[in-house]
């Protein structure tokens, strides 16, 4: 019996080498996986550093797909995006050409020691929700506050630069 496709939605950012090209390579790697169909993505971030500031600052995004793929074998096929697009061992929260996670996926909840969905720190970083906003504005966090409210709570302490004027949803091209 085959899986039922599920909606998910990725957080992509990249601040080594050519970040916009790097986050559109990883869209068309996610657009040719079976299983897969990438519907929506966001407007691009700029943003500033978590955890390990010595670093340049981040192009980030968000994709929203629909998939048949089980939360792990996405991940897997996430992995295998970082790693085709020259991902390689660093410091956690280091420098990189791609950073692929996942966010949320349908409803469930994943504990796992490789994957935990939703993403751990998700209602923590700017650089995730304004993005995932602009796909999914009614969304609200585990405690009922909306995402519109947190973010203007964490727009107090966090950096971003270059995003869009109001948030919209966009086509699957970055």
Same mark, same amino acid.
């Given at each position: 019996? #085959?899986?039922? /496709?599920?909606?998910?939605?990725? *957080?992509? *950012?990249?601040?080594?080498?050519?970040?916009?090209?790097?986050?559109?390579?990883?869209?068309?790697?996610?657009?040719?996986?079976?299983?897969?169909?990438?519907?929506?993505?966001?407007?691009?971030?700029?943003?500033?550093?978590?955890?390990?500031?010595?670093?340049? /600052? +981040?192009?980030?995004?968000?994709?929203?797909?629909?998939? #048949?793929?089980?939360?792990?074998?996405?991940?897997?096929?996430?992995?295998?995006?970082?790693?085709?697009?020259?991902?390689?061992? *660093?410091?956690? /929260?280091?420098?990189?050409?791609? &950073?692929? &996670?996942?966010?949320?996926? *349908?409803?469930?909840?994943?504990?796992?020691?490789?994957?935990?969905?939703?993403?751990?720190?998700?209602?923590?970083?700017? +650089?995730?929700?304004?993005?995932?906003?602009?796909?999914?504005?009614?969304?609200?966090?585990?405690?009922?506050?909306?995402?519109?409210?947190?973010?203007?709570?964490?727009?107090? #302490?966090?950096?971003?630069?270059?995003?869009?004027?109001?948030?919209?949803?966009?086509?699957?091209?970055?």
């Amino acid at each position: 019996m #085959s899986q039922a /496709w599920e909606r998910a939605y990725l *957080g992509l *950012g990249s601040n080594l080498g050519d970040r916009a090209a790097n986050l559109a390579a990883a869209v068309e790697r996610l657009v040719a996986t079976p299983g897969l169909r990438v519907l929506r993505c966001s407007s691009l971030y700029e943003t500033e550093p978590v955890g390990y500031l010595d670093q340049p /600052w +981040f192009l980030n995004a968000v994709v929203e797909v629909e998939t #048949s793929l089980e939360p792990a074998a996405l991940l897997q096929r996430a992995r295998a995006i970082e790693a085709e697009l020259g991902r390689q061992p *660093g410091p956690r /929260w280091g420098p990189r050409p791609i &950073d692929v &996670d996942i966010l949320l996926y *349908g409803q469930r909840t994943v504990l796992t020691p490789a994957l935990q969905v939703p993403h751990p720190e998700l209602w923590n970083r700017l +650089f995730v929700l304004l993005p995932l906003a602009e796909l999914q504005p009614q969304l609200t966090t585990p405690a009922g506050q909306p995402i519109a409210e947190r973010i203007a709570e964490l727009r107090q #302490s966090q950096m971003v630069s270059g995003e869009s004027s109001q948030l919209a949803p966009r086509s699957p091209t970055l």
